[in-house]
């Protein structure tokens, strides 16, 4: 009984890192039917700066805040100078080209941080059973959560946002600008990837740090519905327990194969997610 409680409290800060980054992904695929496969890049990006910042002012929250800018400020560029241009040339296009970008700033970060592992803080202690750390990273993301769907339920910039994605061309006639909507979500959405990386990156930080988090993060998105950010939450919390239990009762390494698992059984028994919407849209 006290492995099974150990691995469920072990999952639920798992699951929320992946429900994070599985967010940042739910929101760009709302707006522009993308997934963004840059987004662990631009994640690892912010947390370099995050760790030069935080080594060299010793002010773990300073290196914080600096991640969560930047991010910001790197998804609103790739979505300006790299996505834009691409409006025009179909999904696949821009696909790849973030399937490129993530290849680049990886080998950027390697050239500038090295692909040796540097030690990276935490925000809080991490020892212990749900430590405080553990606790920090599920309220940081039901309060993100939280707050993105308040802002798509509720508030002017989010009714906005969700018509420059569902029918541009009607939003345009209505006055919305489309283009601005679409580099909101790109920054808001690099901004929620950033706080995951900041979750996930402790306590080391090198090139390939979030790759395997990456793919537990999609498996949570398809999970739960690309559509859905409430969806992904439960499916980023479903898949980090049900994580959890293979790895502390059947060995760590048949982890990544139990996600892609699950990843191929829902994308053919429901692609849609257990909380998405089969839409038809128009041409």
């Known amino acids: 009984m006290t492995t099974f409680l150990n691995l469920t409290v072990a999952g639920l800060s798992s699951g929320a890192v992946y429900a994070a980054l599985g967010l940042s992904l739910v929101i760009i695929y709302r707006a522009t039917r993308v997934v963004n496969f840059a987004q662990p890049a631009l994640a690892l990006i912010s947390g370099y700066l995050a760790y030069s910042v935080t080594k060299s002012t010793g002010s773990y929250w300073l290196g ?8 910001t400020l790197l998804g609103v560029a790739v979505e300006r100078l790299l996505i834009r241009p691409l409006r025009n ?31 990276f803080s935490y925000a809080f202690d991490f020892r212990g059973r749900f430590a405080a750390s553990d606790l920090f990273a599920v309220l940081a993301v039901i309060g993100t959560a939280a707050g993105v769907l308040l802002l798509f339920k509720f508030t002017s910039l989010g009714l906005r946002l969700r018509a420059a994605a569902f029918n541009p061309e009607v939003a345009r006639l209505l006055g919305v600008r489309v283009g601005l909507m679409l580099t909101i979500g790109w920054g808001l959405a690099a901004a929620v990837g950033s ?56 060995g760590p390494e048949l982890v990544p194969l139990a996600a892609l698992a699950i990843l191929v059984a829902v994308l053919a028994i429901r692609p849609t997610g257990l909380f998405g919407r089969a839409t038809a849209r128009r041409a």
């Open 64 to 71: 914080f805040a600096v991640a969560i800018v930047a991010g």
């Open 89 to 119: 040339a179909g999904e696949l296009s821009a696909i790849i080209v973030t399937l490129g970008l993530l290849l680049v700033l990886q080998a950027v970060a390697g050239m500038i941080w090295s692909n040796e592992p540097h030690a």
């Open 195 to 250: 706080l995951a990386g900041m979750l996930a990156i402790p306590p080391f930080i090198s090139p390939t740090v979030l790759d395997e988090v990456f793919v537990y993060a999609l498996t949570a998105a398809v999970l739960g519905g690309l559509d859905n950010p409430l969806g992904t939450i439960v499916g980023g919390l479903a898949v980090g327990i049900g994580l959890s239990y293979v790895s502390g009762l059947l």
